[in-house]
């Protein structure tokens, strides 16, 4: 089942936040993620807050229903126009995320940004990404979500090798998401991502190698590629626990990620965060930089989170109750924290170091300091931009980035 919310103290009815949160809010860019929780199926890797028809059957009727969920959407979009009052900000970019977004017709998904655009406007140039299953457009769709605003498409493509797919729960057919990519591009959009996952049990590196080939040959202009987390509680996880199928170790995930580098640096991809590629600055992610670097966004649907001026705060998660709070006039809101200098420095740490301009090292308290000067010693920092004051990670140190950033944020 999904995984549980964060602890946190309670919201206010309406969502208010303190005043300081708002403050400087001019100078920082604010961004839009909107959650549709809804999935035809479940894949085996899957613990997002996603359901499928039968998890929601017996669960409220109609407020759990996708067929009216644009609505109740745009109700939550309504009530951040009045949590932030004033704020003259316009929206800078905006994700639609899931889930399956494109289990919804392409006019729900822009009537979703119609009302960030008459609450909020779009700013000149702003970032409109929906993440799309392959199996759930076709041309007609893209075309009628282009015409609606959107910008960019990332699609699900996982792998290009039928029993990796099969291991994944992912209902799509190889070749589908390559093809998508050219109805993408006839559709009018500048900007398509393919999302590939690596360590996949059973995967070999000749499978890995031939995912790479068939994204990159499909020509896209971003490739996000992640390492398979097994999550507690999903069925894979059970399997592996059973004993069915094995355990992909650390080492395979380390030599399929050189693949990965290998593979798109040849094909003039750039990485710039650790598990994303693109081949120019304009192809980069917008709406994740934004996340990496602390500024604003406000995540609208079951289980989304939000971060404004230091305040955290996340939703209720199951579709029904979120509808029924926001019908009630009360915030969908579940909780929030007041994140502290110290917690925001952390955070700046952990983020800014997983990128291709590094972090400051100016964030860092002594400890810190000092480990990072082993780490450009031990070869994991690159000295020219240590010396320029900037901490970022060799492509050894992006393998070990999660130890890297332990050391460093003491």
């Known amino acids: 089942m999904p995984s549980v919310l964060p602890d946190g103290e309670p919201m206010p009815a309406d969502g208010s936040l303190p005043g300081h949160a708002l403050a400087g809010a001019a100078g920082r860019p604010l961004g839009f993620y909107l ?9 085996g890797y899957c613990d997002f ?7 929601l059957r017996g669960s409220g009727g109609a407020p759990a229903s996708r067929d009216n969920y644009a609505e109740t959407l745009v109700e939550e979009v309504r009530l951040a126009r009045k949590v932030l009052g004033d704020d003259p900000r316009q929206v800078a970019t905006v994700f639609v995320g899931g889930g399956t977004p494109t289990l919804l017709a392409a006019e729900d998904l822009g009537r979703m940004l119609a009302a960030i655009r008459d609450e909020f406007g779009l700013a000149p140039g702003a970032e409109v990404t929906t993440e799309a299953n392959p199996e ?3 041309p007609a769709y893209l075309e009628r979500l282009r015409a609606a605003g959107f910008t960019r498409v990332s699609f699900g493509m996982q792998s290009a090798r039928q029993h990796v797919l099969r291991i ?5 057919t190889p070749g589908r998401p390559e093809k998508c990519v050219e109805q993408a591009r ?3 959009f500048d900007h398509v991502n393919l999302d590939l996952i690596y360590g996949t049990p059973g995967e070999s590196d000749d ?20 390492a398979l987390i097994v999550e507690d509680g999903t069925r894979l996880a059970h399997r592996i626990r059973r004993g069915e199928i094995p355990m992909t170790d650390d080492d395979v995930h380390a030599d399929r990620y050189l693949i990965a580098e290998q593979a798109l640096s040849d094909a003039g991809f750039h990485w710039y965060e650790v598990s994303n590629w693109a081949t120019t600055k304009a192809g980069r992610c ?16 079951p289980g989304a989170h939000s971060h404004v001026g230091g305040v955290r705060w996340w939703n209720v998660k ?14 969908p809101g579940a909780g929030r924290e007041v994140l502290t200098d110290e917690d925001r420095r952390v955070e700046r740490v952990l983020l800014e170091l997983r990128l291709a301009d590094g972090c400051p090292l100016d964030l860092l308290r002594p400890d810190g300091a000092r480990a990072a000067a082993r780490a450009l010693a031990d070869g994991l920092l690159q000295p020219a931009p240590y010396q320029a004051g900037r901490a970022v990670l060799t492509l050894r140190g992006r393998l070990l980035a999660d130890a890297v950033v332990r050391d460093l944020v003491d």
């Open 136 to 138: 759930t457009v076709d």
């Open 35 to 43: 959650h549709v929780p809804y999935c035809a199926t479940r894949c």
């Open 186 to 188: 006839a559709a009018g």
């Open 49 to 55: 807050n996603t359901y499928t028809a039968s998890e």
């Open 286 to 301: 917008r709406h994740n930089e934004l996340y990496w670097r602390g500024a604003d966004w406000w995540g609208a649907g």
């Open 318 to 331: 199951h579709p029904g109750a979120y509808a029924q709070a926001l019908a009630e006039g009360r915030t």
């Open 207 to 226: 499978d890995w190698r031939a995912s790479l080939d068939a994204a990159i040959g499909a020509g896209p202009d971003h490739v996000s590629a992640y």
């Open 168 to 172: 994944l729960e992912r209902t799509h």
